[in-house]
Protein backbone atom coordinates (compact mmCIF):
# COMPACT_ATOMS: atom_id res chain seq x y z
CA UNK A 1 0.00 0.00 0.00
CA UNK A 2 1.33 3.38 -0.86
CA UNK A 3 0.93 6.46 0.80
CA UNK A 4 0.47 10.17 -0.28
CA UNK A 5 -0.26 13.13 2.28
CA UNK A 6 -2.23 15.62 0.66
CA UNK A 7 -2.96 19.06 2.08
CA UNK A 8 -6.93 19.69 2.66
CA UNK A 9 -7.93 23.06 4.21
CA UNK A 10 -4.75 23.46 6.11
CA UNK A 11 -4.70 19.53 7.24
CA UNK A 12 -2.19 16.68 5.88
CA UNK A 13 -4.76 14.25 4.65
CA UNK A 14 -2.89 11.20 4.48
CA UNK A 15 -4.45 9.29 0.84
CA UNK A 16 -4.14 5.86 1.01
CA UNK A 17 -3.78 3.53 -2.33
CA UNK A 18 -2.33 0.71 -4.19
CA UNK A 19 -3.74 -2.43 -6.52
CA UNK A 20 -5.68 -5.30 -4.16
CA UNK A 21 -5.20 -3.30 -0.93
CA UNK A 22 -8.80 -3.36 0.18
CA UNK A 23 -7.99 -5.01 3.56
CA UNK A 24 -5.37 -2.79 4.28
CA UNK A 25 -7.71 0.20 3.81
CA UNK A 26 -10.78 -1.21 5.29
CA UNK A 27 -7.49 -1.68 8.56
CA UNK A 28 -6.86 2.15 8.09
CA UNK A 29 -10.74 2.75 8.05
CA UNK A 30 -11.53 0.51 11.29
CA UNK A 31 -8.39 2.42 12.83
CA UNK A 32 -9.80 6.29 12.29
CA UNK A 33 -13.65 4.97 13.47
CA UNK A 34 -12.27 3.38 16.33
CA UNK A 35 -13.89 6.29 18.19
CA UNK A 36 -16.76 6.07 15.86
CA UNK A 37 -20.48 4.98 17.01
CA UNK A 38 -21.28 4.31 13.52
CA UNK A 39 -19.71 4.44 9.75
CA UNK A 40 -22.78 5.28 7.77
CA UNK A 41 -21.26 4.17 4.14
CA UNK A 42 -22.65 5.70 1.29
CA UNK A 43 -22.46 3.70 -1.61
CA UNK A 44 -22.93 3.85 -5.29
CA UNK A 45 -25.46 0.58 -6.27
CA UNK A 46 -22.56 0.06 -9.37
CA UNK A 47 -20.09 -0.82 -6.99
CA UNK A 48 -21.56 -3.18 -4.98
CA UNK A 49 -19.08 -5.64 -5.34
CA UNK A 50 -16.44 -3.52 -4.18
CA UNK A 51 -18.54 -1.99 -1.59
CA UNK A 52 -19.28 -5.47 0.27
CA UNK A 53 -15.82 -6.78 1.36
CA UNK A 54 -14.98 -3.30 2.99
CA UNK A 55 -18.38 -3.27 4.56
CA UNK A 56 -17.86 -6.89 5.81
CA UNK A 57 -14.50 -5.97 6.83
CA UNK A 58 -15.17 -2.67 8.78
CA UNK A 59 -18.67 -4.53 10.32
CA UNK A 60 -15.91 -6.74 12.16
CA UNK A 61 -14.41 -3.08 14.19
CA UNK A 62 -17.36 -0.94 14.17
CA UNK A 63 -21.33 -0.64 13.53
CA UNK A 64 -21.96 -0.12 9.50
CA UNK A 65 -25.34 1.38 8.09
CA UNK A 66 -25.05 1.08 4.31
CA UNK A 67 -27.08 3.87 2.06
CA UNK A 68 -27.21 2.78 -1.45
CA UNK A 69 -27.39 5.56 -3.79
CA UNK A 70 -28.10 5.44 -7.79
CA UNK A 71 -25.46 7.71 -9.42
CA UNK A 72 -26.29 10.29 -12.40
CA UNK A 73 -26.16 13.55 -12.46
CA UNK A 74 -29.94 14.95 -12.23
CA UNK A 75 -29.84 12.95 -8.78
CA UNK A 76 -26.81 15.09 -7.47
CA UNK A 77 -29.57 17.32 -5.44
CA UNK A 78 -30.38 18.67 -1.84
CA UNK A 79 -33.08 16.03 -1.62
CA UNK A 80 -30.52 13.54 -1.58
CA UNK A 81 -28.49 15.14 0.89
CA UNK A 82 -31.82 14.95 3.07
CA UNK A 83 -32.34 11.29 2.29
CA UNK A 84 -29.11 10.76 3.26
CA UNK A 85 -28.34 13.19 6.54
CA UNK A 86 -32.28 11.44 7.69
CA UNK A 87 -31.08 8.17 7.28
CA UNK A 88 -27.81 8.88 9.13
CA UNK A 89 -30.17 9.75 12.26
CA UNK A 90 -32.63 6.86 12.43
CA UNK A 91 -29.60 5.16 12.32
CA UNK A 92 -28.15 6.73 15.59
CA UNK A 93 -25.42 8.86 14.19
CA UNK A 94 -24.03 11.28 16.63
CA UNK A 95 -20.94 13.52 16.25
CA UNK A 96 -18.47 10.35 16.29
CA UNK A 97 -20.31 8.73 13.29
CA UNK A 98 -17.94 8.98 10.23
CA UNK A 99 -19.19 8.97 6.94
CA UNK A 100 -17.47 7.22 4.33
CA UNK A 101 -18.55 8.04 0.51
CA UNK A 102 -17.84 5.03 -1.96
CA UNK A 103 -18.50 5.52 -5.36
CA UNK A 104 -17.70 8.30 -8.26
CA UNK A 105 -17.70 11.68 -7.73
CA UNK A 106 -21.51 12.32 -7.54
CA UNK A 107 -21.49 10.06 -4.51
CA UNK A 108 -18.00 11.83 -2.85
CA UNK A 109 -20.06 15.12 -3.48
CA UNK A 110 -23.60 14.23 -1.80
CA UNK A 111 -22.24 12.28 0.66
CA UNK A 112 -19.70 15.01 1.25
CA UNK A 113 -21.96 17.44 1.35
CA UNK A 114 -24.21 15.45 4.08
CA UNK A 115 -20.57 14.93 6.29
CA UNK A 116 -20.13 19.02 5.99
CA UNK A 117 -23.40 19.04 7.59
CA UNK A 118 -24.57 16.62 10.39
CA UNK A 119 -23.83 18.34 13.49
CA UNK A 120 -22.29 20.86 11.04
CA UNK A 121 -19.84 18.89 10.16
CA UNK A 122 -18.47 15.41 11.05
CA UNK A 123 -15.64 12.76 9.42
CA UNK A 124 -15.80 11.80 6.23
CA UNK A 125 -13.90 9.07 4.25
CA UNK A 126 -13.42 8.98 0.20
CA UNK A 127 -13.37 5.85 -0.80
CA UNK A 128 -13.32 6.75 -4.88
CA UNK A 129 -13.90 3.95 -7.40
CA UNK A 130 -13.94 6.35 -10.58
CA UNK A 131 -11.01 8.42 -12.06
CA UNK A 132 -12.55 11.07 -11.73
CA UNK A 133 -13.01 10.75 -8.50
CA UNK A 134 -10.06 8.94 -7.67
CA UNK A 135 -7.28 11.35 -9.48
CA UNK A 136 -9.27 14.98 -9.05
CA UNK A 137 -12.39 14.82 -7.28
CA UNK A 138 -11.28 14.07 -3.75
CA UNK A 139 -8.65 16.37 -4.11
CA UNK A 140 -10.49 19.04 -3.34
CA UNK A 141 -12.52 20.34 -0.29
CA UNK A 142 -14.95 21.57 -2.33
CA UNK A 143 -19.06 19.57 -1.85
CA UNK A 144 -21.80 20.95 -3.48
CA UNK A 145 -24.79 19.66 -5.48
CA UNK A 146 -26.92 20.97 -8.22
CA UNK A 147 -29.90 23.21 -8.23
CA UNK A 148 -32.46 23.67 -11.03
CA UNK A 149 -30.47 26.39 -12.13
CA UNK A 150 -26.72 25.08 -12.38
CA UNK A 151 -24.65 22.81 -11.46
CA UNK A 152 -22.98 23.20 -8.21
CA UNK A 153 -24.94 25.75 -6.94
CA UNK A 154 -25.65 24.98 -3.41
CA UNK A 155 -22.51 23.32 -1.46
CA UNK A 156 -20.05 24.22 1.23
CA UNK A 157 -16.14 23.08 2.02
CA UNK A 158 -15.81 20.02 3.75
CA UNK A 159 -12.27 18.15 3.77
CA UNK A 160 -12.08 14.50 4.21
CA UNK A 161 -10.11 12.82 7.01
CA UNK A 162 -8.69 10.15 4.89
CA UNK A 163 -8.63 9.11 0.68
CA UNK A 164 -8.31 5.50 0.21
CA UNK A 165 -8.44 3.91 -2.83
CA UNK A 166 -7.44 0.54 -4.22
CA UNK A 167 -7.08 1.01 -8.25
CA UNK A 168 -8.74 -2.68 -8.33
CA UNK A 169 -12.43 -0.62 -8.01
CA UNK A 170 -11.49 1.22 -11.20
CA UNK A 171 -11.02 -1.58 -13.32
CA UNK A 172 -14.80 -2.24 -13.27
CA UNK A 173 -15.40 1.28 -15.45
CA UNK A 174 -16.11 1.07 -18.92
CA UNK A 175 -13.06 1.59 -20.88
CA UNK A 176 -14.81 4.52 -22.54
CA UNK A 177 -15.45 6.11 -19.65
CA UNK A 178 -12.30 5.66 -18.01
CA UNK A 179 -10.86 7.32 -21.07
CA UNK A 180 -13.30 10.71 -20.88
CA UNK A 181 -12.78 10.07 -17.21
CA UNK A 182 -9.54 11.53 -17.89
CA UNK A 183 -10.34 14.56 -19.05
CA UNK A 184 -9.71 15.91 -16.06
CA UNK A 185 -5.88 14.72 -16.62
CA UNK A 186 -5.55 16.03 -19.76
CA UNK A 187 -6.96 19.45 -18.30
CA UNK A 188 -4.10 18.82 -15.43
CA UNK A 189 -1.74 18.24 -18.59
CA UNK A 190 -2.95 21.30 -20.42
CA UNK A 191 -3.67 23.82 -18.17
CA UNK A 192 -0.71 23.00 -15.13
CA UNK A 193 1.69 20.54 -15.61
CA UNK A 194 2.48 19.91 -19.55
CA UNK A 195 5.38 18.76 -18.65
CA UNK A 196 3.63 15.33 -17.89
CA UNK A 197 2.07 15.10 -21.49
CA UNK A 198 3.68 12.09 -22.70
CA UNK A 199 3.52 10.58 -19.16
CA UNK A 200 -0.26 10.72 -19.45
CA UNK A 201 -0.27 9.69 -22.66
CA UNK A 202 1.88 6.76 -22.07
CA UNK A 203 -0.53 5.73 -19.37
CA UNK A 204 -3.41 6.21 -21.88
CA UNK A 205 -1.74 3.40 -23.87
CA UNK A 206 -0.74 1.48 -21.45
CA UNK A 207 -4.60 1.42 -20.05
CA UNK A 208 -5.66 -1.65 -21.60
CA UNK A 209 -2.36 -4.03 -20.98
CA UNK A 210 -1.04 -2.59 -17.43
CA UNK A 211 -3.95 -1.34 -15.94
CA UNK A 212 -2.31 -1.13 -12.59
CA UNK A 213 0.92 1.07 -14.02
CA UNK A 214 -1.34 3.58 -15.60
CA UNK A 215 -3.72 4.06 -12.75
CA UNK A 216 -0.86 4.44 -10.30
CA UNK A 217 0.97 7.14 -12.82
CA UNK A 218 -2.11 9.00 -13.02
CA UNK A 219 -2.95 9.01 -10.36
CA UNK A 220 0.57 10.50 -9.10
CA UNK A 221 0.05 13.05 -11.84
CA UNK A 222 -3.30 14.32 -10.66
CA UNK A 223 -1.39 14.53 -7.47
CA UNK A 224 1.51 17.06 -9.13
CA UNK A 225 -0.78 19.31 -10.60
CA UNK A 226 -3.12 19.92 -7.76
CA UNK A 227 -0.44 19.45 -4.73
CA UNK A 228 1.06 23.03 -4.40
CA UNK A 229 -2.36 24.88 -5.41
CA UNK A 230 -4.40 23.18 -2.52
CA UNK A 231 -1.02 24.42 -0.16
CA UNK A 232 -1.59 27.64 -0.83
CA UNK A 233 -5.36 28.19 -2.25
CA UNK A 234 -7.06 25.14 -0.24
CA UNK A 235 -10.84 26.86 -1.34
CA UNK A 236 -9.91 27.58 -4.38
CA UNK A 237 -10.99 30.61 -5.11
CA UNK A 238 -7.78 32.51 -6.56
CA UNK A 239 -5.12 30.50 -7.88
CA UNK A 240 -6.37 27.23 -7.78
CA UNK A 241 -9.49 28.37 -10.09
CA UNK A 242 -7.28 27.21 -12.86
CA UNK A 243 -8.82 23.57 -11.95
CA UNK A 244 -12.57 25.06 -13.35
CA UNK A 245 -10.82 24.97 -17.04
CA UNK A 246 -12.76 23.69 -19.30
CA UNK A 247 -15.78 23.50 -16.90
CA UNK A 248 -17.88 26.77 -17.81
CA UNK A 249 -19.57 25.61 -21.12
CA UNK A 250 -18.57 22.03 -19.82
CA UNK A 251 -20.76 22.16 -16.45
CA UNK A 252 -23.42 23.53 -18.53
CA UNK A 253 -23.01 21.11 -21.64
CA UNK A 254 -23.19 18.11 -18.67
CA UNK A 255 -26.14 20.09 -16.46
CA UNK A 256 -28.37 20.70 -19.75
CA UNK A 257 -27.44 16.98 -21.13
CA UNK A 258 -28.57 16.17 -17.90
CA UNK A 259 -25.40 14.04 -17.59
CA UNK A 260 -26.14 12.27 -20.72
CA UNK A 261 -22.96 13.54 -21.66
CA UNK A 262 -20.63 12.66 -18.43
CA UNK A 263 -18.39 15.23 -16.79
CA UNK A 264 -15.40 14.11 -18.42
CA UNK A 265 -16.58 14.52 -22.28
CA UNK A 266 -17.90 17.60 -20.84
CA UNK A 267 -14.81 19.12 -19.71
CA UNK A 268 -13.14 17.72 -22.68
CA UNK A 269 -15.81 19.87 -25.03
CA UNK A 270 -15.20 22.37 -22.35
CA UNK A 271 -11.40 22.69 -23.38
CA UNK A 272 -11.54 22.81 -26.99
CA UNK A 273 -13.86 25.99 -26.21
CA UNK A 274 -12.18 27.50 -23.79
CA UNK A 275 -8.62 27.21 -26.36
CA UNK A 276 -10.75 28.25 -29.11
CA UNK A 277 -11.59 31.81 -27.37
CA UNK A 278 -8.82 31.71 -25.67
CA UNK A 279 -6.91 31.36 -29.82
CA UNK A 280 -9.47 34.02 -30.46
CA UNK A 281 -8.58 36.60 -28.05
CA UNK A 282 -5.21 36.74 -29.31
CA UNK A 283 -3.90 34.67 -26.66
CA UNK A 284 -3.23 31.06 -27.85
CA UNK A 285 -1.73 30.18 -30.77
CA UNK A 286 -2.05 27.80 -33.28
CA UNK A 287 0.43 25.21 -32.30
CA UNK A 288 -0.92 25.33 -28.60
CA UNK A 289 -4.45 25.15 -29.89
CA UNK A 290 -3.88 21.73 -32.09
CA UNK A 291 -2.38 20.69 -29.21
CA UNK A 292 -5.31 20.86 -26.87
CA UNK A 293 -6.86 18.79 -30.31
CA UNK A 294 -3.94 15.80 -30.27
CA UNK A 295 -4.48 15.38 -26.27
CA UNK A 296 -8.10 15.53 -26.34
CA UNK A 297 -8.72 13.27 -29.27
CA UNK A 298 -6.51 10.36 -27.12
CA UNK A 299 -10.07 10.34 -25.26
CA UNK A 300 -11.94 9.55 -27.99
CA UNK A 301 -15.22 11.05 -27.29
CA UNK A 302 -18.13 9.34 -28.81
CA UNK A 303 -19.84 10.54 -31.96
CA UNK A 304 -23.17 9.91 -30.23
CA UNK A 305 -25.65 12.96 -30.65
CA UNK A 306 -26.51 14.29 -27.29
CA UNK A 307 -29.78 12.33 -26.95
CA UNK A 308 -33.38 12.42 -27.74
CA UNK A 309 -34.36 16.34 -29.06
CA UNK A 310 -30.87 17.61 -28.72
CA UNK A 311 -29.30 20.23 -26.61
CA UNK A 312 -31.88 23.20 -25.83
CA UNK A 313 -29.17 26.25 -26.71
CA UNK A 314 -31.07 28.98 -25.08
CA UNK A 315 -31.10 26.63 -21.85
CA UNK A 316 -27.13 26.60 -21.95
CA UNK A 317 -27.60 30.34 -22.76
CA UNK A 318 -28.82 30.56 -19.34
CA UNK A 319 -26.98 28.18 -17.55
CA UNK A 320 -23.61 30.24 -18.13
CA UNK A 321 -25.35 33.26 -16.88
CA UNK A 322 -25.76 31.29 -13.90
CA UNK A 323 -22.25 29.72 -13.66
CA UNK A 324 -20.96 29.62 -9.93
CA UNK A 325 -17.68 31.28 -11.04
CA UNK A 326 -19.69 34.43 -11.26
CA UNK A 327 -18.56 36.81 -8.49
CA UNK A 328 -15.19 36.41 -8.43
CA UNK A 329 -15.10 39.49 -10.32
CA UNK A 330 -16.89 42.00 -12.04
CA UNK A 331 -19.22 40.67 -14.99
CA UNK A 332 -21.42 42.24 -17.27
CA UNK A 333 -24.94 40.04 -17.65
CA UNK A 334 -23.92 39.47 -21.09
CA UNK A 335 -20.24 38.07 -19.80
CA UNK A 336 -19.08 34.62 -18.33
CA UNK A 337 -16.87 34.31 -16.77
CA UNK A 338 -13.85 31.82 -17.63
CA UNK A 339 -10.53 30.44 -17.43
CA UNK A 340 -8.02 31.37 -20.88
CA UNK A 341 -4.79 30.38 -21.45
CA UNK A 342 -1.76 31.90 -22.37
CA UNK A 343 -0.27 28.96 -23.91
CA UNK A 344 -0.48 24.95 -22.24
CA UNK A 345 0.78 25.48 -18.65
CA UNK A 346 0.08 29.73 -18.46
CA UNK A 347 -3.22 31.15 -17.71
CA UNK A 348 -4.43 34.76 -18.46
CA UNK A 349 -4.68 36.44 -15.33
CA UNK A 350 -7.68 38.60 -15.67
CA UNK A 351 -7.33 42.48 -14.28
CA UNK A 352 -8.22 41.30 -10.57
CA UNK A 353 -5.47 38.92 -10.08
CA UNK A 354 -7.54 35.71 -10.59
CA UNK A 355 -7.56 33.56 -13.43
CA UNK A 356 -10.39 34.42 -14.22
CA UNK A 357 -11.82 36.62 -17.84
CA UNK A 358 -15.14 38.00 -18.73
CA UNK A 359 -16.01 36.24 -22.17
CA UNK A 360 -19.18 37.72 -23.85
CA UNK A 361 -21.54 35.27 -23.86
CA UNK A 362 -22.29 35.84 -27.72
CA UNK A 363 -18.81 34.92 -28.17
CA UNK A 364 -18.54 31.97 -26.03
CA UNK A 365 -21.99 30.61 -27.64
CA UNK A 366 -21.11 31.12 -30.89
CA UNK A 367 -17.58 29.09 -30.21
CA UNK A 368 -19.61 26.58 -28.41
CA UNK A 369 -21.65 26.16 -31.39
CA UNK A 370 -18.52 25.72 -34.09
CA UNK A 371 -16.41 23.62 -31.71
CA UNK A 372 -19.77 21.04 -30.24
CA UNK A 373 -21.14 21.08 -33.49
CA UNK A 374 -24.59 23.19 -32.66
CA UNK A 375 -27.04 24.48 -35.35
CA UNK A 376 -28.13 27.91 -34.48
CA UNK A 377 -31.51 27.33 -33.97
CA UNK A 378 -33.26 25.84 -31.29
CA UNK A 379 -31.29 23.18 -30.49
CA UNK A 380 -27.41 21.73 -29.95
CA UNK A 381 -27.21 18.57 -31.50
CA UNK A 382 -23.69 16.83 -31.75
CA UNK A 383 -23.36 14.83 -35.04
CA UNK A 384 -19.73 13.35 -36.33
CA UNK A 385 -17.43 13.38 -33.62
CA UNK A 386 -16.63 17.00 -33.73
CA UNK A 387 -13.16 16.27 -33.59
CA UNK A 388 -13.58 15.53 -37.41
CA UNK A 389 -14.65 19.18 -37.78
CA UNK A 390 -11.59 20.48 -35.66
CA UNK A 391 -9.31 18.49 -37.92
CA UNK A 392 -8.49 21.51 -39.65
CA UNK A 393 -7.10 23.42 -37.00
N1 LIG B 1 -14.12 19.27 -6.62
C1 LIG B 1 -15.11 18.43 -6.76
O1 LIG B 1 -15.84 18.22 -5.84
C2 LIG B 1 -15.34 17.74 -8.09
C3 LIG B 1 -14.31 17.66 -9.06
C4 LIG B 1 -14.56 16.96 -10.25
C5 LIG B 1 -15.82 16.39 -10.46
N2 LIG B 1 -16.80 16.52 -9.50
C6 LIG B 1 -18.14 15.94 -9.71
O2 LIG B 1 -18.00 14.54 -9.94
C7 LIG B 1 -19.06 14.08 -10.78
C8 LIG B 1 -18.46 13.29 -11.93
O3 LIG B 1 -17.72 12.21 -11.41
P1 LIG B 1 -17.88 10.72 -11.95
O4 LIG B 1 -17.60 10.66 -13.39
O5 LIG B 1 -17.11 9.84 -11.04
O6 LIG B 1 -19.45 10.54 -11.84
P2 LIG B 1 -20.42 9.49 -11.13
O7 LIG B 1 -20.16 9.41 -9.68
O8 LIG B 1 -21.79 9.90 -11.54
O9 LIG B 1 -20.01 8.10 -11.80
C9 LIG B 1 -20.16 7.92 -13.19
C10 LIG B 1 -20.81 6.55 -13.49
O10 LIG B 1 -19.91 5.51 -13.15
C11 LIG B 1 -20.57 4.52 -12.33
N3 LIG B 1 -19.50 3.93 -11.53
C12 LIG B 1 -18.88 4.43 -10.44
N4 LIG B 1 -17.86 3.64 -10.06
C13 LIG B 1 -17.85 2.59 -10.92
C14 LIG B 1 -17.03 1.43 -11.04
N5 LIG B 1 -15.97 1.22 -10.25
N6 LIG B 1 -17.33 0.53 -12.03
C15 LIG B 1 -18.36 0.77 -12.88
N7 LIG B 1 -19.15 1.85 -12.83
C16 LIG B 1 -18.89 2.77 -11.86
C17 LIG B 1 -21.64 5.31 -11.62
O11 LIG B 1 -22.69 4.46 -11.22
C18 LIG B 1 -22.08 6.28 -12.70
O12 LIG B 1 -23.01 5.66 -13.55
C19 LIG B 1 -19.80 15.32 -11.26
O13 LIG B 1 -20.97 15.49 -10.50
C20 LIG B 1 -18.82 16.45 -10.96
O14 LIG B 1 -19.46 17.69 -10.74
C21 LIG B 1 -16.58 17.15 -8.33
Given at each position: MLRQEVSLDGKDVPYLYGVDVTEELVGALADLA????LVLLVTDREVTVHAEPVARGLAKAVRVAVFTVDAGEQRKTLSLVEDIVEFAIRQGASRSTVVAAMGGGMVGNVAGLAAGLLFRGIRLVHLPTTPIAAF?????VKQAVNLSGGKNLCGTYHAPSLIACD???????PHGQMLTGLAEMAKNVL??????RHALEQALGRLADEPAAALLELLDIGCTAKAPYLRTDPRERREALVFEYGHTTGHALEFVSQGRINHGEAIAWGMLVAAEISHTLGHLDRGDLALHHQVVGRLRLPPAAAGPGGLDRDRIRAVLARDNKRGYLPCAPDEVPMVLL????RVVTGDHGCPLVPVPMDLAMSVLDTVVG?????TLVRAGSGLERLGTV
Open positions: VTADDSVLSLRWLTSVAVVPTRESVGAAPGA
